[in-house]
């Protein structure tokens, strides 16, 4: 089926960078959203970023201005940069995507594994 695999996470010191990918692979038709979701210890999972097959994009009003969602059609990868890391950013970072699967209509949501992102001095 479809398979979602994160990569990039690890520990960043307070102000440092990391850029997530997330590979999209299988029997793919069209994907029509992918994002970037986290989920804290003890929290929800919330949104981070999404962005469409149009090129529009989303963020959460905690990340404007620092992380930035981008992606590569022919890799059928997404990207998310994210800058000055804050301790708060700290998180599970889950890719998302909505696909259509090769011989059918209807839209279906997949999920990667997660990546931990720690930011700690």
């Known amino acids: 089926q479809v398979q979602l695999v994160e990569s990039g996470g690890g520990l960043v010191q307070p102000g440092g960078s990391l850029r997530l990918s997330c590979a999209a692979s299988?029997?793919?038709?069209?994907?029509?959203?992918m994002g970037w979701y986290r989920q804290a210890p003890g929290k929800q999972r919330d949104l981070v970023a999404s962005?469409?097959?149009?090129?529009?994009?989303n963020y959460a009003d905690s990340v404007k201005g620092r992380f930035t969602i981008s992606k590569d059609n022919a890799k059928k990868t997404v990207y998310l940069q994210m800058n000055s890391l804050k301790p708060e950013d700290t998180a599970v970072y889950y890719c998302?995507?909505?696909?259509?699967?090769?011989?059918?209509?209807?839209?279906?949501?997949?999920w990667g594994q997660g990546t931990q992102v720690t930011v700690s001095s």
């Open positions: 962005i469409t097959s149009g090129g529009s994009t």
């Open positions: 998302s995507a909505r696909v259509t699967i090769t011989g059918q209509l209807t839209q279906r949501n997949y």
């Open positions: 299988g029997s793919i038709s069209s994907i029509y959203t």
